[in-house]
């Protein structure tokens, strides 16, 4: 049909929808329809549904889970299983979305089909999905016809905006399997700084977490996954938790966790139980302790230049060379074979992971444990190892700031 034949009216519907938006408009609503969609996946999905870390107001909770079906078809009993067992299997063969294990440009750029992938798992998901939404809604709606969300979607901004809506519902589509498939669950194990030596390759890929509501802070996040605040480091800024805060104010929120916070007591002679529970919440932060207060003055004492270890193996101080492959593994066994203080140091930090990673329910003995490590660590004549040992010995937990 010749567009000269077309009614006018029906041309502008076409090209505009009933609101005939100009771009600023057009560019406002899709970042503020974006960003809705990143809080009800890092808010609603993430912290309240798979770690339990914060309660919504049912009002609120059913906005965030009507929205995300709307704009992503994501039921949130798969995405909080997904979810739960990529940490209960972090980087391993059963770990739904590891770069360590798939490769980064798989994670990266096929993303979507490593969740479609987890999806299909129903062991899995009835194994980790409890405790997620069972309504009648959730059952005869959400569910069942995840993929008329996204549908609804078109229909509405094609109606609003025109052929202009469907380019915005398009880019909406790719939105979150780009930026929480592809760039958190891949380059968030891949590239970044940490904050902690965490039993995994987390990264924080920014210190401002705004762009994907918070969750650039995923080392953070692995540290202590049922925290509700991301950003743990003063210069840090999760605005996910700016708005939980917000949300708090209204009382439509209710934080349930966030990380425990580090004090640590003077002239303690030996650890007690409250060290002990200080150790086992923040296990994490007393390895990063031991890797930045001794393993890493030590290597700058290193003062022969045959003698320095190659930035690739320095890494592997931290984690006993977990993430080394074989060859990286040797070399950084046999360079650590030549120099036996560092050896030391390297043997006493895997003993005191082996102390914090105890799963048994024998409290007294895992302090006896400690207690000896303190003791050989005060007799080893390494003065950081002594000094590192003196102040564990004052750990604590103080009350977390918001």
Known sequence: ???????????????????????????????VATQLTIFSVTLYLHRSMAHRAVDFHPLLAHFFRFWSWLTTSMITREWA????????????????????????????????????????DRESIEKYGKGCPDDWIER??????????PTLLLLIEFALFGFAGVAIWALQMAWIPFWAAGVVNGLGHWWGYRNFESADTSTNLTPWGVWIGGEELHNNHHA???????ALRRWEFDIGWAAIRVFEKLRLARVLRVAPALDVRPNIAMPDGETLRALLAIRFQAMTDYYRNVTLPALRDLR???????RALRKGLADDGRWLDDAKRARLH??????PKMATLAEHRQRLAQVLDDRSHDAQATLQRLQAWCAEA?????????????????????????
């Open 334 to 339: 046999a360079w650590l074979a030549e120099r």
């Open 1 to 31: 049909m010749p567009l000269a034949s077309i009614p006018t009216p029906l041309l502008d519907f076409l090209a505009g929808g009933l609101l005939q938006a100009g771009f600023g408009a057009l560019l406002i609503w899709f970042l």
């Open 140 to 149: 005869h709606l959400y569910t069942p016809h995840a993929t008329l969300g």
């Open 378 to 402: 005060e007799a080893s004549g390494i003065a950081a190892l002594q000094a590192f040992s003196s102040r564990l010995k004052g750990y604590a937990l103080a009350p977390a700031r918001g």
């Open 81 to 120: 299983a997904i979810h739960r067992k990529h940490h209960a299997k972090c980087e391993t063969e059963e770990d739904p979305h590891s770069p360590q294990i798939k490769g980064i440009k798989t994670v990266f750029w096929r993303g979507v089909e490593l969740y479609r992938e987890a999806r299909s």
């Open 304 to 310: 022969d230049r045959r003698d320095r270890l190659p």
């Open 224 to 230: 202590f996954p049922s925290s509700a605040k991301f």
